[in-house]
């Protein structure tokens, strides 16, 4: 990691999985309008969380969950004030790091249609058409660079 007040890892224990459900409720629910039965939609269980803090503070998650043979890459979340820093970046690194060593045949996610170009730059490719999630336009996009 570029940044040597960052730290992102897997969730460690419940107090953190706490910690990464406040801030997928200030960004999805809060921020975003997304229903708060949406964003906690029964998947958790299946999942690994993802946190990242900055300087000791959690800033950001994401979630990870791996159906058959692909990495399924979601409720990725930065605090509004951390973006644009580079963090975003550091954690599309950290995931695709991840399912890497999980050896997965793909890695793909539903993009929000403004963090297209965002997840483009870290060499997502869109596929499909756009598609409503939570009154939300998406569009899925994989990851081009895994073989």
């Given at each position: 990691?570029?940044?040597k007040?960052?730290?992102i890892r ?7 999985l ?12 809060k ?16 999942a690994?969380?993802?946190i ?6 959690t800033i950001g998650?994401?979630?990870v969950r791996l159906?058959?043979?692909?990495a ?6 930065l605090?509004k ?7 975003g970046?550091?954690l599309m690194?950290?995931?695709i790091r991840?399912?890497?060593?999980k050896?997965v ?5 539903h993009?929000?249609?403004?963090a ?8 997502f490719?869109s596929?499909?058409?756009?598609f409503?999630e939570a009154g939300i ?6 990851y081009e660079?895994?073989?």
């Open positions: 990691m570029k940044n007040y960052l730290e897997i969730v460690k224990n419940r107090k953190e706490n910690d990464v459900l406040k801030i997928r409720e200030t960004v999805f629910v921020e975003q309008n997304c229903p708060w039965e949406c964003e906690m939609d029964g998947l958790d269980d299946e690994k969380h993802v990242v803090k900055y300087k000791g503070k998650c994401a979630r159906p058959g043979n692909r399924k890459l979601e409720r990725i979340a605090l004030e951390y973006r644009g820093k580079g963090f970046r550091e690194d950290y995931l991840y399912c890497r060593r050896k045949g793909e890695i793909f996610l993009s929000q249609l403004y297209k170009d965002f997840y483009k730059k870290c060499g490719r596929r499909g058409k756009t409503s336009e998406h569009i899925e996009m994989y660079g895994l073989n």
